[in-house]
């Protein structure tokens, strides 16, 4: 069975720096990413929103498509939406090993604000774990605005995790926590 792929592959007005692609999102974050629209405020955060609603974003897919994703060791790249997606789901796996049976939201959202706004690797880095899949950027201000993007994305991820994670008040959810030792294509962040 192969792996789940994004479905902003058929999105053909993007954005691409090295071969990443810059897709909408939904969030309150600063940063060089267009804005979606936000979701209703009757709309609970904790629950995965339908990929037809006009505000669904690469974020929820890759919250959705996490856990299915994270047994597989190989992961064929079809598009720049595949490699935002293997991004965010390694990002994910990086959140998930922060946070311990036994912490509360308010320190785990700390814990993970954190490491989202922590200097980090981008590809062409040297420590960049996945540079044989990604290009790194053209020119200096491409590199800043990969970084400034990857930046937000970090940190709505980190946001809409804690909201799943959290969902049944100050506990982890033992499901989400289960998949902390698991590494997406054996690869982490």
Request: net charge positive; glycine share 8%; charged share 25%.
């Amino acid at each position: 069975m192969p792996a789940y792929h994004s479905i902003f592959l058929q999105d053909q007005d993007v954005r691409v720096i090295g071969n990443i692609a810059l897709l909408p999102l939904r969030t309150r974050t600063r940063g060089p990413a267009y804005t979606l629209p936000p979701l209703p405020a009757s709309t609970p955060t904790d629950i995965p929103i339908s990929p037809d609603n006009e505000s669904y974003d690469p974020l929820d897919e890759v919250l959705d498509l996490y856990r299915a994703n994270t047994f597989f060791r190989n992961f064929e790249i079809k598009g720049p939406a595949d490699r935002l997606l293997i991004y965010g789901i390694l990002w994910v796996g990086e959140c998930l090993g922060r946070i311990r049976g036994g912490m509360g939201a308010r320190e785990a959202e700390k814990a993970l604000m954190n490491a989202a706004l922590d200097q980090f690797a981008i590809p062409g880095d040297a420590s960049f774990p996945l540079n044989q899949a990604f290009e790194a950027p053209r020119d200096r201000q491409d590199a800043e605005t990969l970084r400034g993007y990857l930046s937000q994305v970090r940190q709505e991820l980190a946001i809409r995790l804690l909201a799943r994670v959290y969902a049944g008040g100050n506990v982890p959810s033992k499901w989400w926590l289960s998949f902390t030792k698991r590494k997406f294509m054996g690869k982490s962040l």
